[in-house]
């Protein structure tokens, strides 16, 4: 399973957490849900201004920490969290989303 934890204060991103992976993958097949998540994820980190951002990369796992706040930044954050949350209303089985506000 795909556990994204996203960490904001009312107006805010801090920080998003994606580890894991689908495995929604039968017979061998294609993983829809990992490919989907790691394009939306990649697209992201393509478009981030990543002298405000800490990123880091591994396999099965993404680390997005802000270090300081810019507006285009946070709109982008926001359109990663709405596309994982469209991916888990289809796909609830495989990925799980949890956010804190602090």
């Given amino acids: 399973m ?3 934890i996203i960490k904001r ?9 994606i580890k894991g992976h689908a495995n929604s993958n039968i ?3 294609f993983d829809l849900v ?5 394009a939306v994820v990649y697209g992201v980190l393509n478009s981030l201004d990543d002298n405000l951002v ?11 920490i802000v270090k300081k706040f810019s507006k285009d930044n946070n709109i ?6 709405t596309s ?4 888990a209303q289809e ?4 990925i799980s989303i949890k956010e804190e506000v602090i």
Avoid: H, M, Q, R
Avoid at 76 to 81: E, P, R, S
């Fill in 76 to 81: 982008i954050l926001k359109v990663l969290k």
């Fill in 34 to 38: 990992c490919s989907g998540v790691s």
């Fill in 27 to 29: 017979n061998n097949e």
């Fill in 54 to 64: 800490d990123i880091k990369v591994k396999d099965g796992f993404v680390s997005i």
């Fill in 84 to 87: 994982l949350e469209t991916i």
């Fill in 91 to 94: 796909y609830k089985k495989y």
């Fill in 9 to 17: 204060n009312a107006k805010e991103f801090s920080e998003i957490t």
């Fill in 2 to 4: 795909i556990k994204v």
